[in-house]
């Protein structure tokens, strides 16, 4: 097949890398790509947001099938335009993606479909909110409705600093539009995981579980990233919580947006929070009495989820993907492999606030025992220099957890960078399970 990859990150470098794995041989193109995807794929000098410029390749290019990385072409509806062409594209049409870009959306959508979630108000009055943060408790969680790079989530410990982010978000305009709105969340307590669910608008086959370690440094603290790690699967997603994930939480979402017109095929990703305990389990409002509460929706592929999830794929995945494009998904499409899968995020020093770029990478061909993606690089004659954040996404498979993880942290001990900086304890909740 003649596949496009749009996006530049390590979740289409990862995407990429696993079409490039299929026994059927596929010409692969990234737009734009990054200097890890130009070594299995065509790179194509269009950004991803760029909705004309990526509907204009398509439509000269002819492609097979084209698959959207990022949410931000998802929710700018780049999927629309390209099916107006009649081109299979594997993600959800902008409609869908309002899953991810408004959580006022998704809570409406969970609580028509009767999803288990936390309570939530939505609010665009600062006085109204703050009058309403005694029914909540603490801690309690103020979110940004639209999309804020992963930063418009405030967990806010005191009253204070709930009222603070309220005006940061109604007032100040920290998040300009996407903070128009906010929503007061119930605080869910437990361990969270990850679900990818495969959608073809009718059928969903989830995808093995996984992990993100969402904070910067060791012990989960500090700030929030896009995600320092990731491993596959996660043991607090026990087998008996799988039907319970699939038909109480991603089905009944598929079916309520296909009520309200919206045929939904790509990946829907479920943040969950896990909680098996009896007693008082899920905060002060305790509404669903459910195991499992859904935390947000993505639209998308996780990142770094899927450089842990989609090397422990067999199958074709090509034709998985084409399948949920054009609504023909089978379980039987998609193929787990016994292997456990675990990534280390390599990051520039300063993230998430300011860092430098630029830095010229050494040792990536020195990594024999697992597979770097990267994340946030450019080419530079011979040299592979960072460009981002997240630099480089680092992930061992191995027949147990530690195996995985010690693959992992043995690729990235050969790699090197002025100011490099990585979490040393990926995977740690599965350890102190163990
Ligand atoms: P989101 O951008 O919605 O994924 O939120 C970012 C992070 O904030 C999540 O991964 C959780 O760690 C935390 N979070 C969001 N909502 C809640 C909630 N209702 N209860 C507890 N933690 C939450
Ligand atoms: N790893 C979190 C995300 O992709 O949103």
Not at 206 to 216: E, G, T, W, Y
Not at 281 to 302: D, H, I, M, Q
Request: net charge negative; hydrophobic share 40%; aromatic share 6%.
């Amino acid at each position: 097949m003649k596949i496009l990859v749009v996006g530049g990150g390590g979740r289409e470098h990862a995407i990429a890398w696993r079409l490039a794995q299929d026994e059927a041989r596929h010409e692969i193109f990234c737009a734009p790509g990054n200097a890890g995807t130009a070594a299995i794929a065509t790179n194509v000098a269009v950004g991803a947001e760029d909705v004309d410029g990526v509907a204009k390749w398509a439509r000269e290019n002819n492609p097979d099938l084209v698959v959207v990385g990022p949410e931000a072409p998802l929710v700018k509806g780049l999927v629309d335009r390209l099916l107006s062409l009649g081109i299979p594209t594997f993600g959800p049409v902008a409609a869908g993606a309002r899953m991810e870009g408004s959580k006022r959306f998704a809570k409406e959508v969970m609580d028509a479909a009767g999803v288990p979630t936390g309570k939530a108000e939505t609010f665009t009055d600062a006085a109204k909110a703050k009058a309403a943060l005694p029914d909540y408790g603490l801690p309690v969680v103020i979110k940004a409705d639209g999309l804020a790079a992963g930063k418009g989530v405030i967990v806010a410990e005191t009253k204070e600093q709930a009222e603070s982010a309220i005006d940061d978000m109604l007032v100040g305009n920290k998040f300009g539009a996407a903070g128009a709105e906010v929503l007061v969340e119930e605080f869910l307590h437990g361990e969270e995981c990850s679900i990818l669910a495969m959608v073809d608008g009718e059928r969903a086959v989830l995808l093995p579980s996984s992990q993100d370690h969402k904070r910067i440094f060791d012990g989960d603290k500090g700030p929030n990233t896009g995600g320092m790690g990731a491993y596959s699967p996660a043991p607090v997603v026990t087998e008996d919580k799988l039907p319970l994930i699939k038909e109480k939480i991603i089905m009944p979402v598929v079916r309520e947006l296909k009520r309200r017109g919206v045929t939904y095929r790509g990946i829907l990703y479920a943040g969950l929070m896990v909680n098996d305990e009896n007693s008082n389990p899920y905060g002060p409002l305790a509404k669903s009495g459910s195991t499992v509460n859904v935390v947000e929706f993505n639209a998308r592929f996780g990142d770094p989820e899927t450089e842990a999830v989609l090397p422990r794929l067999g199958g074709d995945f090509a034709t998985a993907l084409l399948h949920a494009a054009t609504g023909r998904l089978a379980d039987e499409d998609i193929v787990v492999k016994p292997e456990v899968g675990a990534t280390v995020i390599v990051a520039s020093g300063g993230y998430p606030g300011s860092y430098e770029k630029g830095k010229a990478i050494s040792g990536l061909a020195d990594v024999k025992d697992a597979v770097v993606f990267h994340c946030g690089t450019k080419s530079d004659g011979g040299e592979v220099l960072t460009s981002g954040g997240r630099v480089l996404s680092v992930t061992g498979l191995g027949a147990t957890l530690r195996e995985a993880v010690d693959k992992a942290y043995a690729g990235v001990s050969k790699i090197s960078f002025d100011k490099m900086f990585y979490r040393r304890d990926i995977a740690h909740r599965a350890f102190e399970r163990q």
